[in-house]
């Protein structure tokens, strides 16, 4: 199957960027974090989001989870987004180095609370720890979602719960160099779409990749 090649996912840590080299890269999708526990908020979140929409480009948010009440940071993260139509919405799913970790438990009480308060279940981002906290053993809430996979490699390698993934982060510009860099946007994480750039852009338009 030939992938797509057409999706970033961008966070303060890329700093002042210009996203028409994105979009000049071959780029039509942008992924930006938004929000993380019940505080946080992005300081570069709403002007890319500007720069996203002055450029047409689609345009994704997502939450990275702590060990704060999952339905309390799904709130803060819907309050400081404003999710528009098409705003594809995503629960970040990792071990946290600099404070604590959300849990199992957390991140199915955040996706349902998404899923009660827009109608749409969110994304999940996850990797070795979601593989790690599902064990051998498919969660039904989770595997509503679909996956965005964390994985540097050649091959994908799925959590239970899911027949194959949606976005696959294949290189982060540190672990795994960027193989076709973006000026301006080093390191830069790197998304493969598992169909064509058509239909991630008819999906993309609803809110949802599934």
């Known amino acids: 199957m030939a992938y797509t090649n057409a999706v970033i996912d961008i966070s303060h840590h890329n700093g002042t960027i210009d996203l028409s080299n994105a979009q000049r890269a071959g780029m039509v999708g942008i992924i930006q974090k ?8 992005d300081p570069t979140y709403q002007s890319n989001f500007q720069q996203a929409q002055s450029l047409s480009l689609m345009w994704g948010a997502y939450h990275f989870g702590t060990g704060d009440d999952g339905i309390a940071q799904a709130d803060f993260f819907l309050n400081a987004v404003q999710p528009v139509a098409g705003t594809l919405l995503v629960l970040d799913f990792e071990s946290n180095t600099a404070g604590s970790t959300m849990s199992l438990q ?3 009480d955040f996706v349902t609370h998404i899923q009660a308060a827009t109608g749409i279940w969110p994304r999940l981002y996850g990797g070795s720890y979601l593989k790690e906290q599902l064990g051998s053993q498919a969660d039904p809430i989770l595997q509503n979602c679909w996956l965005w996979l964390a994985q540097y490699g050649p091959t994908p390698v799925l959590p239970p719960g899911w027949a194959n993934w949606t976005l696959w982060q294949y290189a982060d510009g540190q672990i ?9 946007i080093i390191p830069c994480d790197r998304d493969y779409f598992i169909d064509t750039q058509a239909v991630l852009q008819t999906k993309w338009a609803t809110g949802t990749l599934a």
Request: net charge neutral.
């Open 34 to 41: 938004a929000t993380q526990g019940t505080s946080y908020r």
């Open 106 to 108: 957390d991140a199915k």
């Open 176 to 184: 795994v160099t960027d193989p076709s860099p973006i000026p301006g």
